[in-house]
């Protein structure tokens, strides 16, 4: 996992190499201060004032150095981190954007989100912390051993036995510690999505007068968190007392050592004072090691996230050396079969079809039928399993992209706006568009109506969830979109469900008069949505049973009349 | 100040249940710190001993008289000191993490109570997320805070005063030199931290333009894909991103930059201790042996001294964060509960009509938009409601099940007006099915029993095939059993549909309100529903929000909303034959949004 990241720190060498001498002069000259203190202690036994200035301002000196040291240090990490984060992010996105459809769906739009968002937070996090604190971890538990060992050799033992202990103690806590945070993030995320539900259901709860059973339920789940918590700060508790007794323990040890063996070596007690200072010191960087390891294993799972977005490949890829052209409305399928990655179940099982430049078919069929698969394939969302996609006869394996993006419009039924002007989502559709454009497009998909309505107009705000327009404006809008830059192709995948019956003819009559040369294919669950379609495709179970006009249809197709008897009793029953 | 103050409250009324654990804390606190600052006292004493020693037996006049025993003596003491201060920090850590937890559990159950007792108009215009950040963010930033600060803060004030009335018994002139640093380093955090707040303020702000954006695209990325839009969208993310670089960038230096320079003041604080005892050792009063005994203690009282500082200086943020929390729960917890009548009149099943009598209704003050509506229901009989969007058809459910009350005239089942019966009693006797499904996380049993846990299997059985999903149920692997979720997707929508309808089934309420859903389903699943509907419907007073036109033919009554007034009312027949709006709609080929 470290080296995913080592390329992107690695843009920041100079940073780097600032980070690495800055944080170890901050932990240098806090193994000095001891050895200082020492001379001093010495100094005094011996009586010798001369040496108390020196040493003094050496003593003042060496800490300012940590001071300022310490502080430039946070500086660099902090560049290094949010730099590193930024890239990261951007490098993310940039990935993002060569995703297909495919790709997008296996990770799921809000996972994709995450790691983009708080993943590269916890990254930057980790690489911040790393450079500030981590780094100084090692270098202060070998100084520290090191001095301590030159300062009072004989008391070697001393040492082993409280980093044996400290060890000891670090690895037995954390380890259940670790299985109780596993435990503990279960049950938050269960609690918290027992009080989503709640708050979605409030209308459920009440009128079944659930309100007492679900606070039960909920307690129960919240005691066991509780519980879990406790243990949690039970473990807590007993590592702080012990490492204090740990260290005063040593210390006691080595002074009734130093006592016993004084006479014998009177600069012994000069180097107590420093000596113990060590022994902290050790203490404390084992400690810091072992609540790093901790946050480190966050900031790994979140690296372990943003790679699997880096290491994905793009389903499909367009050929970079096509030529840009302009392609027709004629599209072809030619035997073509379609299952969805890693699934073995083909949603189109061989449909072959001509349409020419300029047909409206519409396409019905059950929910699983393929109609929306089939629809996907025209605009490459997905390359099909066997086959051959034809767009103005050209096989969509070797078209140039922007190509094909002016030639196929894409409606869906789930009409998406971004937070901006009306007029930023309909130069989506069309980048020049220019005033005249937008109102055609709006004419066209009725739009006009409500968007000439606005003192602003073209320019009126859309906001973020366009949640200043009902369900039949956005799809309105959308439609707008997928007009606007007079597509040679153009799929409505259901993107009318939220228009009144009037409306929606509106905006058939209106396609049908204003872009005569445009190839339509309509989804719709409703048969009166495309009953005047030049033909109409029936889909069962991922094949083209049947095309035809309505009329031919009725007459030809017991499937296509099943369904069509089934919504006209609901619609005449007079 | 306000708000500090507010947040003091906050937890004084949670910490109040457990005064044994607090006072436990507060002696154990004040007698561990009381050890802490001591213990140095014993080791300086050693020191002092040792070197005593080593004078009186290097002269060989006095090396008879030199002895260990002073020196263990203080040695003992040292140790008995620090087993106490062990022992004394291990208990108040065991009471922390009780009352830590426990307090944080009364939060989050009381504020899910809450939320249980809390009327619907507060879901209505408050997003779940909001509400729900208040489980997530503020509890988990108050259990923090509770855990590294709150108490924190406590024992560390402690130690900072055990410290210096320590440090001032031991030696006056070295307390001063060792306190003397305190107004810079106070200085340094005020500005530091003010500094740190703005830059983490303005990050956040940016942070959240860019997690914005990057939700809006990704959640828009197959517009983005079929528009060939992502160079752009690139481009626009590189602007949000380079923002939220120098931000976080400042940010980052501001609120990191803190702990590195205490810990750099604390090493310039106790090389001047050390420097400043080392001269007093050599000029000053003080003999030798005392003056090193000394040195060693001040060593320790300087860094003793500032820890607390710079532990209080990095806490402030979570205990800003806890402040904040507080307030949020409180926001919550002063919302107003349903009401239900300290004396109700019992109501035990309709025996003759419902009745909505001249209802007057508004969500907002001076936005009426029921304006004075009389339906009348007889027993037994279903009305359908029809009308365009906005036309007040949902805000009629909601006044049905006393989701809101009205602001005059009443809802009354024979006769007697809802607001006078429990609310319990009330909704017994109604049932509802919502347009969007609600799916609870458990099995689907637990989902069809929601409303009455102790039915049996035959029951549940009896409603689901009611309800026309048991085949699909038998289907599954698992059954009854299977577990489901809003997330995963063992149900299509309009299999969710059904399976609330065989949850409301099973309760067999008298009064059925149901509001159809619109979404689009595949034909044979339609036809599954609409069976069902008729069979939850039969022999049941219901009110249908109704978008099927069959649902609307079955009606015995259809009453015709328009902009919060009845327009028209009556039999299909009829409201065809009076030529209306409904027969307009109607012959528009039936669209009711």
Redesign the interface.
């Known amino acids: 996992m470290v080296k995913f990241l080592i390329p992107y720190i690695g843009k920041y060498k100079k940073d780097v190499v600032w980070a690495v001498i800055t944080i170890t002069i ?1 932990a240098v ?2 193994l000095w ?1 001891p050895k ?2 020492q001379q ?2 010495q ?3 011996d ?1 010798k ?1 001369n040496l ?1 200035i020196p ?2 301002i050496q ?2 000196v ?3 150095i ?3 040291a ?2 430039i ?3 660099f ?3 290094i ?3 590193t ?2 890239d990261l ?2 490098a993310e ?2 990935k ?6 495919g790709n ?1 769906e296996r990770f799921s ?1 809000g996972s ?2 995450v790691r ?2 708080n993943d590269v ?1 916890q990254v ?1 996090t980790i690489v ?1 912390v790393f450079f ?1 604190s981590l780094l100084r971890v090692p270098i202060l538990f070998i100084g520290a051993l090191v001095l301590a060992l030159t300062t009072l050799p004989r008391l070697w033992w001393v040492i082993l036995v409280m980093v044996i202990l400290v060890v000891v103690i670090t690895m037995g806590v954390l380890s259940p510690m670790g299985k109780l945070f596993g435990k503990f993030q279960n049950l938050l995320d269960k ?25 039960v339920r ?2 129960a789940n ?2 066991e ?2 519980d879990i ?2 243990k ?3 473990l ?3 590592l ?3 490492f ?2 740990i260290g ?2 040593a ?2 040890v080595s ?2 050592f ?3 063996n ?2 014998s070596d ?1 600069t012994m ?1 000069g180097a ?2 420093s000596f ?2 060590y022994l902290m010191q050790i203490m404390n960087a084992i400690v810091m090691a072992g609540f790093m390891s901790m946050f480190a294993a966050r900031g790994i799972e979140s690296t372990k996230r943003i790679k699997e977005v880096m290491d994905t490949k793009p389903d499909l890829t367009f050929d970079a050396n096509a030529a840009e052209e302009k392609l027709s409305g004629d599209v072809e399928f030619d035997h073509v079969s379609f299952a969805y990655p890693g699934d073995e179940h083909e949603v189109l099982k061989d449909v072959s079809f001509k349409v020419k430049q300029g047909e409206m078919i519409g396409l019905v069929g ?3 039928s393929g109609k929306s698969t089939l629809a996907q394939l025209i ?1 490459r ?1 997905y390359d099909p399993t066997d086959g051959v996609v034809e767009v103005g006869h050209e096989n969509l394996k070797k078209v140039n ?2 190509s094909l ?2 030639a ?3 409606v ?1 039924q789930k009409a ?4 901006g002007k009306i007029s930023d989502n309909l130069k ?2 069309k ?1 020049d568009a220019d005033s005249a454009d937008m109102k055609h497009a709006a004419d066209m998909a009725q739009a006009a109506e409500f968007i000439e309505k606005y003192d602003d107009q073209y320019e009126h705000e859309v906001e ?2 366009s949640a200043n327009f ?1 369900g ?1 404006q956005k799809q309105r809008l959308s439609i707008a ?1 997928g007009v606007i830059g007079n597509p040679s192709v153009l799929i409505l995948d ?1 993107s009318t ?1 939220a228009l ?3 409306s929606e003819k509106l905006v058939q009559e209106a396609l049908e008069a204003d872009l005569p040369d445009t190839t339509k294919f309509v989804i719709a ?1 409703k048969i ?1 949505s495309v009953i005047k379609a030049d033909r109409i495709f029936v889909m069962q179970d991922g094949e083209l049973i049947a095309a035809g006009t309505h009329r031919e249809l009725v007459a030809s197709s017991p499937v296509y009349r ?2 069509y008897e ?2 006209k ?3 005449v ?1 007079d | 100040m306000q708000s500090l103050w507010h947040a003091i409250k906050f937890f004084a009324r949670y910490f109040k249940h457990y005064k044994l654990g607090m006072l436990i804390i507060a002696v154990f606190t004040i007698l561990a710190t009381y050890f802490q600052v001591k ?1 140095p006292v014993y ?1 300086g004493k ?2 002092q ?3 005593n ?2 004078m009186l ?2 002269n060989p006049a006095t090396a008879k008289q030199a002895s ?1 025993t002073q ?2 003596n203080a ?1 003992e003491m ?2 008995l000191f ?2 106490m ?3 004394g ?2 208990i108040v ?2 009471a ?3 009352i ?3 307090s ?2 009364d939060m ?2 009381g504020l ?2 809450k ?3 809390m009327t ?1 108009k507060y ?1 209505d215009s408050h997003r ?1 997320g909001e ?2 950040s208040r ?2 963010s503020d509890l988990d930033n108050i ?1 923090n805070a509770m ?1 590294e600060a709150i108490f924190q803060l406590f024992a560390q004030l402690v130690l900072l005063i055990g410290v210096v009335i320590m440090m001032f018994h031991q030696n006056v002139q070295l307390a001063w030199v060792t306190i003397a640093s305190t107004p810079i380093a106070v200085l340094l955090s005020v500005i530091i931290i003010t500094q740190a707040q703005r830059y983490v303020n303005l990050q956040q702000e940016e ?1 959240g333009h ?3 954006y ?17 160079a ?3 481009d626009e ?2 602007e949000h ?2 923002k ?2 120098q931000a ?2 400042r940010g ?2 501001w609120s ?2 803190l702990n ?2 205490m ?3 604390s ?2 604080n ?3 201790v ?6 007093l ?3 000053g009063s003080l003999d ?1 042996a005392t ?2 005994g000394m ?2 203690m001040f ?1 320790n009282f300087s860094q003793q001294f500032y820890q607390p500082i710079s532990q209080i200086t990095s806490t402030y943020n979570m205990l800003q964060l806890a402040v904040t929390g507080a307030r949020r729960l409180d926001e919550v917890f002063a919302q107003k509960d ?1 009401v239900s009548p300290a004396e109700p009149v019992a109501f035990d099943g309709l025996k003759d009509k419902v009745e909505l009598d001249d209802i007057h209704f508004s969500y907002n003050p001076g936005k009426e938009i029921l304006h004075g509506i009389s339906i009348e229901v007889d027993k037994g009989k279903m009305v359908a409601l029809v009308g365009p ?1 906005g036309s007040g058809k949902t805000t009629v459910m909601n006044l049905l ?1 006393r ?1 809101y009350d009205v602001d005059s005239g009443a809802v009354k089942f024979d006769g007697i007006d809802v607001r006078d019966m429990s ?2 009693n009330l ?2 006797h ?3 099915v ?1 347009q969007d499904s ?1 799916i ?2 458990g099995t689907i049993r637990y989902n069809i029993t ?2 009455k ?1 102790d039915a049996t299997d035959e029951e549940v059985v009896s409603a689901a095939k009611q309800a026309n999903i048991h085949d699909f149920i038998m289907s599954l692997p698992e059954q009854y059993d299977t577990e489901v979720s ?1 997330e995963n997707s063992v149900f ?1 929508t309009g299999q969710k549909q059904l399976l ?1 309808i065989a ?1 409301t089934i099973l ?1 067999n309420p008298e009064l059925l309100i149901l509001d159809e859903a619109t979404s ?8 599954k529903i609409q069976k069902a509907m008729d069979n939850v419907i039969a022999g049941r007073t219901s009110f249908v929000i109704a978008h ?3 649902t609307i ?1 079955n009606a015995d009554k259809i009453v015709v909303l328009k902009n919060g007034n009845i327009i028209e009312e009556g039999t299909h027949q009829e409201l065809l034959a009076q030529d209306g709006f409904y027969a307009e709609l109607y012959h ?4 009711f ?1």
Do not use: C
Request: glycine share 8%; hydrophobic share 50%; no cysteine.
């Open positions: 901050a000259t806090s201060q200082l203190l001093v202690v100094a005094i036994a009586d004032m108390m040493l003094g003593l003042i060496v800490a300012l940590g001071l300022v310490g502080a240090n946070t500086i990490a902090a560049k981190g949010t730099g984060a930024a992010r951007a996105y940039k993002v954007q060569t995703f297909s459809f997008i739009t994709l989100v983009m968002t937070q930057q911040m500030q609690t918290n999505n027992m009080a989503k539900e709640n708050l979605q259901g409030v209308r459920v709860v009440k009128s079944f007068n659930q309100e007492h059973n679900e606070e909920f307690d919240s005691k968190l509780t918590n406790i949690i700060g039970y807590f508790g007993i702080m007392p012990a204090m007794l005063e323990l210390i006691a002074i009734i130093v006592a016993r004084i006479v009177p007690l107590l004072t113990v200072n059950a929910t699983g605009p969302l992209e922007k993006r002016k196929v419009a894409f869906q998406i706006l971004f937070s989506q559709g980048f973020e969830r009902s039949g979109r259901d469900s009144d019956a009037r669950e009166s099943e369904i089934t919504q009793a609901q619609e029953i | 213990a080791m050693a020191i001993e040792i070197a020693y080593l037996k290097s260990m020196v263990y040695v040292f140790l620090i087993v201060m062990g022992v920090l291990f850590s065991m922390q993490a009780i830590s937890s426990r944080v559990d989050r159950t899910f109570a939320i249980q007792r619907v879901f779940d509400v729900l489980f997530t259990f855990n942070v860019l997690n914005g990057v939700n809006e695209q990704i959640n828009g990325e197959k517009v983005i894909i079929t528009n060939g839009l992502q752009g969208s690139i993310f590189m991103n380079d939220v670089q976080t960038y980052q230096v990191g930059i590195p320079l810990m750099g003041m090493l310039v106790t090389a001047i050390i420097f400043f005892g080392g001269y050792a050599l000029n030798r003056a090193l040195i060693v060593v349903e969007t099940n989701f609310l319990k909704r017994d109604v049932g509802i919502l609600i609870f996380t929601y409303g846990p809003d299509s609330s949850r309760t689009n389903v595949d034909t044979v699943t339609e036809a099927r036109l069959k033919l528009n080929q039936m669209v949004e």
